[in-house]
Nanobody
């Protein structure tokens, strides 16, 4: 079993930056072999993948955030981060950390609110 806890959301003006953190606890083997991702869900919209990182460190980004957001991780701290720069009002959403084990089990954090004012 794995637990994911996000932190770092908040209110920021357009053009500003935030860094989200996701800390994993539980089965260490599962954590070290999981693919991780940051997702977001705005009011009235479906949850979408923002950025992902494999256990080997390969990354992928949604077109809407390429060049502005960076996903990275520190295995020693069992943490995954999302550095968000040049934020736009359209980035306003609840951001979720998610992980998928090699067996296909999905894990989710509770979400953290990001609000970007214009």
């Amino acid at each position: 079993q794995v637990q994911l806890v996000e932190s770092g959301g908040g209110l920021v003006q357009a053009g500003g930056s935030l860094r989200l953190s996701c800390t994993a606890s539980g089965n260490i083997f599962t954590i070290n072999t999981m693919g991780m991702g940051w997702y977001r869900q705005a009011p009235g919209k479906q949850r979408e993948l923002v950025a992902s990182i494999t256990s080997g460190g390969s990354t992928n980004y949604a077109d809407s955030v390429k060049g502005r957001f960076t996903i990275f991780k520190t295995n020693a701290k069992n943490a995954v981060y999302l550095q968000m720069n040049s934020l736009k009002p359209d980035d306003t959403a609840v951001y979720y950390c998610g992980g998928t084990s090699v067996r296909g089990t999905n894990y989710w954090g509770q979400g953290t609110q990001v609000t970007v004012s214009s």
